[in-house]
Every structure is written in structure tokens, then in C-alpha cells.
């Protein structure tokens, strides 16, 4: 079965930096695009970014534009959020997620998420 | 950027009754839109895509309908699992996500 698992997540400075990861299983992880989706606690959700099956397309929100990066290794089935310059406002759980099969931009399945505290 | 709103932000409603949730697109999104819910302390599970599409494994009492502009979600008769937070998001443009749904027991 499909499963999606993130990791690094933690309390970082502001202007830290965190380097977040996904880890894919139960499918073929390089037919897929993917994303990180964000949600503020005990707020809505936010997309962050994504990333085509084979890298050669990436978008990042306004947001996050310029302080995070993107990025997968399909031979690890791992998706990556690299994330610099840290702001308060980036406190949330990470979610990473899959996107349908027919890459139309809905997600189908999500990870657990991971928790990003930024504070001093 | 398109912003999406939902009605209302929070639903009363028994176990049996019919419950439906609008969304709003602020420009026309086709039908690119997905629905969600999410339960306290976990991930958001897909619904319905394509604005009427339902998912895989997604119980049939749930139903989406709309194009444009205005979109529902209905749930045909309202069980005790489905209490929980209800979003949209449009992928006509990047992707939004509407602000929620609460659907709480009366």
C-alpha cells in the first residue's frame, strides 16, 4: 500500500535552516509528481511546492519563493524541502503529499506530516 | 492568485441528516477541484476530484457537484465517522485551498 513518511522535522531559530524528508513506498515513486503542503497550527492548509517526476518542473508559493528548495531523488524514493532563512510564520506540520495519477494537480495521498517550530 | 471561500465555516448536524458544504471560487476554475477531510491530528483525505469524481475506497453517501465557480460537497445521509473538517482546493491555478468546514454534532 502506498505510504508516505516524513522526517525531519523539530524547533529551529529564526533564520535557521531544516532540511525536511519523505520517504515513498507501495508505488513507483519516480512515475509521480509530488508536493509539500503546510498547515499553521490549528489553521487551514497552504501549498509550498512541488516537484514533476523527473524535476524538470518545480514551483514554490510566494511565500517560500527564494528560501526553500525542492527536491527528490527517485532512486531513494525520497522527496526533500530544504528550508533556509526560517520565519516565525513557517510554524506548521509538513505534509508531503502524492499527486493523482493523472497529474492533474489534486493529491491522493498524504504523509503524516512533520512539525516545524520556529522560535527563539 | 484565485481564493476559494467555503459555507458555512461550521455545520451542526445529527447523525442521518443530510449535510451539504459550498465552495467559491473567486475566478472560474473549470471543474479542478478536489474535496478533503481531515480529522484531528491527521493527514487530509481525499474525497472527490474533478469536482464529481469520488475516490477510490470514498464511501458513496459523498458527492460533489459544481463547475466554474460553485461547488458542494453533499453527504447523503451523515454517519458518525464524518465528523470532522471539510476543504476544497482548486487546481485550475497552482492550488488553493478553501479556509474549511467544521461539521460538528448537534
Known amino acids: 500500500q502506498v505510504q508516505l513518511v516524513e522526517s525531519g522535522g523539530g524547533l529551529v531559530k529564526p533564520g535557521g535552516s531544516l532540511r525536511l524528508s519523505c520517504a515513498a513506498s507501495g508505488f513507483t515513486f519516480s512515475d509521480f509528481y509530488m508536493t509539500w503542503i503546510r498547515q499553521a497550527p490549528g489553521k487551514g492548509l497552504e501549498w509550498v511546492s512541488y516537484i514533476s517526476s523527473t524535476t524538470g518542473t518545480i514551483y514554490y508559493a510566494d511565500s517560500v519563493q527564494g528560501r526553500f528548495t525542492i527536491s527528490r531523488d527517485n532512486a531513494k524514493n525520497s522527496l526533500y524541502l530544504q528550508m533556509n532563512s526560517l520565519r516565525a510564520e513557517d510554524t506548521a506540520v509538513y505534509y508531503c503529499?502524492?499527486?493523482?495519477?493523472?497529474?492533474?494537480?489534486?493529491?491522493?495521498?498524504w504523509g503524516q506530516g512533520t512539525l516545524v517550530t520556529v522560535s527563539s | 492568485d484565485i481564493q476559494m471561500t467555503q459555507s458555512p465555516s461550521t455545520l451542526s448536524a445529527s447523525v442521518g441528516d443530510r449535510v451539504t458544504i459550498t465552495c467559491r471560487a473567486s475566478q472560474s476554475i473549470s471543474s479542478w477541484l478536489a474535496w478533503y477531510q481531515q480529522k484531528p491530528g491527521k493527514a487530509p483525505k481525499l474525497l472527490i476530484y474533478k469536482a464529481s469524481s469520488l475516490e477510490s475506497g470514498v464511501p458513496s453517501r459523498f458527492s460533489g457537484s459544481g463547475s466554474g465557480t460553485e461547488f458542494t460537497l453533499t453527504i447523503s445521509s451523515l454517519q458518525p465517522d464524518d465528523f470532522a473538517t471539510y476543504y476544497c482546493q482548486q487546481y485550475n491555478s497552482y492550488f488553493t485551498f478553501g479556509p474549511g468546514t467544521k461539521v460538528e454534532i448537534k
Open positions: 503529499a502524492r499527486w493523482g495519477r493523472d497529474t492533474t494537480g489534486y493529491f491522493d495521498y
